[in-house]
């Protein structure tokens, strides 16, 4: 297959980077046409260039969408399928091609560049530096820091495994490429496994046959966690260490700072397949894995460390325990070998190897904990330091130090989540009170102090939603009993809007028995304002919920401190991106307030998702643009599933998004913005460019005959018969859009090109500040305000990546609904493409960002028709009652390879 210039041809130096970044798509380009022809045959691949072709100049002569489709109405399903795979395995190898070049650019930079790599440690340190900050404020940040990725089950690109390692195949060829003593054999050799690779993947259906269980999410999520994160995790603390090092000349013994987290297995909200089995399961299946993991390194560890007595000494406390471990561990004392009888960390290992193993079994001989497997490794640490050993082994002992100290015998923290409304459901069957929901806050409050302090219990009852939920809390109990209390994380309330909700899961855990030795909850509480109205009611929820005086014992035994979720999705959905944006901004800011006013540490849980509709976007960004104060060290937010494969699927990626995580979160904690005069009148100017803009997309949304018309001018049916995760996509029948869940609302709406989650609704907002306060304070907003900035950056993304034209023709499908709908869509799009690139002072989408621009340039030619042939096939399987199995099929392959060009989903 041919390939365009990867790169943009004029503005840029052609570094030696770039053109192997050429090489490499060009190469690969080639390669998928080869496979093409061998599996389908010369005509197959000639007419895959006819259609690319066909698609460039429909784009260069500014033709209609309708001409193209033309060539693309009514083909074989098997054809359509055919060319849909062929484009999007072209983007699987462009894709892949690009996270080498990052991987390739961070080379660079280490191996020639005079400064730092932007947003990694050195130069976020320097950056604090710079600001002013000495080494004491910076010692006591790391003290307190605490990153944490949480990572969900909400796949909207649920890659299947046996996919991903012919992914990482792929990855490890190009990579070796960076070699320059490479032979030609071996240059050879490493092209014809790539290809063995492609043709292996072509020859594999994308997705499952089913439905993934809730195991198949956590073995999704386990790739990467106990793959890619597990290898990288003690390399971010070296180098952080080298950095403070550099920059600081400071030596540090750095605390643990990073941890994981997951909702699989977990996520009860909407997913009946979730509950207390599926949290039993989870947390067994995360002990077993991290336990194989270090099973396996200390094995490797045995055999590295082969010092012998004769030319080393051990520390005393480290020839002890060997002593203490070959009496306790008979049968694994007995296995090791006479001739390592002389080498201690060998045999050391061994029985610490026993040890594992009987943990993992439950024997009687394992660790109570992961503090004790700790206290051994430390014993190996200071032993190889103090006997000359830092060269001999104690790099690579520090380094499983470092992956303990992260993953415990947890993995990761396992949050549990679920919604109010089934709290109030439990509640009303426990009380015998069937008008439970109904009642006013205030006194439904008054009615839980009782059951969620200590002076009244719930009676008995059959009915099943408070049986499971007892399940649930009896089942934390007996994890937090068996795991410990790291294994369990948050407990998230969906749609919280008032203090009963939070005192509900108080009332609730006691239930269930899940009550510590001093009578308190051991659970940490998070409310979830994830709507519009409830963001801007949260502060006054919050301040209440402080004042109770059940609730603040609870806070006392938990440290005073308070962790709020804030749903980016849902308020994106319920009241457009502007209205979602400043709404979280503005309720992070008073939920501070509050909260500083009632002596309650407080910290926020972001609920981003992958897309910039849903709070995407880079986290170093994000944290700079956040209000000063609302960092304060701390950084947990969700990974979702259609990024998670983007971020942490290579090793080297993986480590570069923990680094600018950590490098952002100490920038906003130490050198937030300066306050400025101004802020008040960008308040104002951003409230009403908030409220215009929400008063236009819910006019849009709230029209009648909208649902129908979103049910037929977007491919949501098929998205919500597609195998992706084990939740459904909606709560009950669509009545509006308020029953449809966030992600599934952006997919389909980004596979039609339209976006309009990303931007309807700012060009009216934008229009009607520049009349009421003139455009100069706009443009000085985009200057000078990072909030404001930051969010045009992020809709000039998405505005680029829409095209209307091809929106036009899925909305054509929609009949009759059609013109009315999209000619709203359509104005509003030229409206907000206007007022952008005037506010940015910009001649087009995009200016400040070739390559970006380029890249979508480059690969609109191949998702051109991959859309076409949607709507076609859309057309073709709503005539026939949207049974045809077949056309779903092909169906389902249009839409993996949207996602796969656009590379933004849900």
Known sequence: MSTPDPLPAAGRRDTGADSALREDVRRLGATVGEMLAEQLGDGFLARVETLRTAAIARRERGEPAGMLAAQLGGLPLSLAESLTRAFSTYF????????????????????????????????????????????????????????????????????????????????????????????????????????????????????????????????????????????????????????????????????????????????????????????????RGQREMILERYIAEVAALASLLSQTERRVSVSEPLALRIVDYRARLPRAAATIRPRHADMPYRVFFTLVRARLRATLRDDGEAYLNADEFIADIRLAVDSLRANKGVHAGWFAVRRLLWRVRTFGFHLARLDVRQDARVHAQALAALLGDPHWAQREADEQAALLRPYAGRSAVFGATTEPVAQRTRAVFAQLAESQEIYGREATGLYIISMAQRPADVLAVLALARHGGLVDPRGAVPLDVAPLFETVDDLQNGPATLRSLFADPVYRAHLAARGHRQIVMLGYSDSGK???????????????????????????????????????????GRISTALIASPRGSVGGVLRVTEQGEVIHRKYGIRALA???????????????????????????????????????????????????????FRTATPIDVIERMTLGSRPSRRGTMQGVESLRAIPWVFAWTQCRAIITGWYGLGTGLEQAAARFGEARLLEMARDWPFFSTMLDDVDMVLAKCDLDVAEQYSRLAGALHAPFFARVRGEFERTVHWVLRIKQAERLLAGDARLAQSIRLRNPYVDPINLLQVDLLARWRERGAEDEELLRALVATVNGVAQGLQNTG
């Open 92 to 283: 699987q190898a462009v894709n892949i091609g690009e996270r080498v070049h990052r991987i390739r650019r961070r080379r660079d930079y280490q191996r020639g560049s005079d400064r730092p790599q932007p947003d990694g440690l050195v130069d976020g340190l320097q950056q604090i530096k710079d600001a002013g900050v000495g080494a004491a404020p910076l010692l006591d940040a790391l003290a307190r820091l605490d990153v944490e990725p949480v990572f969900t089950a909400h796949p909207t690109e649920a890659v299947r495994r046996a996919l991903l390692e012919k992914e990482q195949d792929i990855v490890r060829c190009l990579i070796r490429g960076f070699d320059p003593e490479r032979t030609p054999i071996e240059e050879r050799h490493d092209w014809e496994r790539l290809r063995m690779a492609l043709t292996a993947g072509w020859q594999t259906s994308e997705t499952a046959p089913v439905k993934p269980s809730v195991q198949d999410e956590f073995e999704h999520v386990g790739f990467y966690i106990g793959g890619p994160l597990y290898q990288v995790v003690p390399v971010l603390y070296e180098l952080l260490e080298d950095a403070v090092q550099q920059v600081y000349g400071l030596q540090v013994e750095l605390p643990r700072l990073l941890r994981f987290a997951s909702w699989v297995g977990g996520d009860m909200d909407g997913n009946p397949n979730v509950g207390a089995e599926t949290i039993a399961a989870t947390l």
């Open 574 to 616: 319920d009241g457009g991106t502007v209205a979602s944006r400043w709404g979280l901004q503005r309720a992070q800011v008073e939920l501070l307030e509050v909260a500083h006013g009632a002596g309650v540490a407080l910290s926020f849980f972001h609920g981003r998702g992958g897309s910039a509709s849903r709070g995407g």
């Open 655 to 709: 480590l570069r998004e923990l680094e600018r995580a950590v490098s952002a979160t100490l920038r906003a904690t130490l050198v937030p913005r300066a306050p400025d005069a101004r802020e008040a009148g960008w308040k104002e100017t951003v409230a009403l460019v908030a409220q215009a803009s929400r008063g236009a997309y819910r006019e849009f949304v709230d029209a009648p005959g909208f649902v129908d018309y």
